[in-house]
């Protein structure tokens, strides 16, 4: 085994502005899936979004019993140019040393962290799906076996833990899904579980998705901050810190259409923002041309369906009309047609029923489902 594969990883992004943003004397604990085995691990940690240093206190890596639940005995600490702590500085990222430990296919660990001092927690990601848990607990509990049950809750935001390395074999691979919320949700999870599904399984998949990020525009006000940053702010970034990979999806668009409503509606969202269609499509080639320099395979997802949604009109219809017949005429690029899978095919504007959450903008999990088999279609051959 020699070669690095990321296994598990989130988006470094803003986390909400909040009075209580700083933590202390605090444990975090995430369950990871691994999708093949291998004999080490190493972590990235990264504060890219913080204005200050953090330290992690204490990191440990266990195989899990439960979620909440290690198996102490072969727990390890996880070192960082061989000290248990490490400060990482303000839009900085770090990785552990490699930690030997032994990891099974479709095995579960967790990774536990422990701040004792207080911390400003501005890094961080809101993931759903059912390979996405958290868990805080008051205290250092990162060599608990179990966590207090009187002293834990869950979480769905997941802080600093950005990627989980295994030193695997040389035929195994990770495919990138980039996005926004719709891929910050369960999606990308069901994708993983179908390929974990396969005894042979070579495939890793990881999120680098963040809810309300746009391609072109960010939010410079901290009642849009954890709105994420714009795609030339985050995209190299998060595809170049995946040990591994050879594959990236992409889908993002639809909040540059439907964000923009007018500073008489919201002061924080003028209709200066709103893009042309070649605007976005020029954002998304810019995507295409770094990804195409790391390496990667690149799969351009169209957009999905949006009737109904608050901010709908027939104009932000016909832009996403218009940005997916782009996708698909794409030469030389591999398409995921997210669009046609989910939507009513009597009103290709809305979802198909059953396909929405109820918001006419996210998908419901049967819909997510669909998506997952689509993409999965398309990178498994």
């Not at 000290?83 to 099974?104: L, N, Y």
């Not at 296919?105 to 996405?132: H, I, Q």
Request: a negative charge; glycine letters at 6%.
């Amino acid at each position: 085994m020699s070669k690095w594969v990321t296994v598990w990883g989130n988006a470094a992004s803003i986390a909400e502005r909040r009075p209580e943003n700083y933590a202390k004397n605090i444990t975090f604990r995430y369950p990871v899936v691994c999708a093949f085995g291998g004999n080490a691990v190493r972590l990235h940690f990264s504060n890219f979004c913080g204005t200050e240093p953090i330290t992690l206190t204490q990191v440990t890596v266990a195989p899990a019993l439960s979620d909440r639940e290690i198996n102490l005995k072969d727990a390890r600490l996880v070192t960082f140019s061989g000290s248990e702590s490490v400060t990482i500085p303000a839009g900085e990222e770090v990785f552990s040393d490699e930690i030997s430990f032994r990891v099974k296919p479709n095995g579960k660990v967790s990774v536990s962290v422990y701040f004792e001092d207080f911390t400003l927690m501005r890094t961080a990601v809101v993931t759903k799906g059912p390979l996405s848990k958290g868990f805080f607990s008051v205290g250092n509990c990162a060599l608990s076996s179990v966590l207090p049950l009187e002293k834990t809750r869950t979480t769905d935001t997941c802080y600093f833990f950005t990627g989980l390395d295994v030193l695997t074999d040389d035929d195994k691979r990770t495919v990138i899904l980039y996005g926004d919320s719709i891929t910050a949700q369960s999606w990308a999870d069901y994708l993983a579980l179908k390929c974990m599904d396969d005894p042979y399984n070579q495939t890793a998949v990881i999120r680098r998705a963040a809810s309300g990020t746009r391609v072109l525009r960010q939010y410079d006000c901290i009642t849009y901050e954890s709105y994420g940053l714009s795609g030339k702010n985050r995209f190299e970034r998060e595809i170049s810190t995946v040990s591994g990979a050879d594959t990236v999806i992409i889908q993002q668009g639809i909040n540059d259409i439907i964000h923009p409503v007018g500073t008489d509606v919201n002061p924080f969202r003028p209709m200066s923002d709103l893009p042309t269609v070649e605007e976005l499509t020029d954002g998304i080639k810019y995507y295409i041309d770094i990804a195409e320099k790391h390496g990667l395979k690149v799969y351009l997802g169209t957009l999905l369906p949006i009737y109904g949604w608050r901010t709908y009109a027939p104009f932000r219809e016909e832009m996403r009309v218009a940005f997916n017949k782009w996708v698909r005429e794409q030469s030389g690029l591999e398409v995921i047609d997210f669009d046609k899978a989910v939507c009513d095919k009597r009103n290709p504007a809305a979802f198909a029923e059953g396909f929405d959450s109820g918001d006419h903008l996210h998908p419901s999990e049967d819909a997510y489902r669909v998506m997952a088999e689509e993409a999965f279609k398309k990178i498994i051959n």
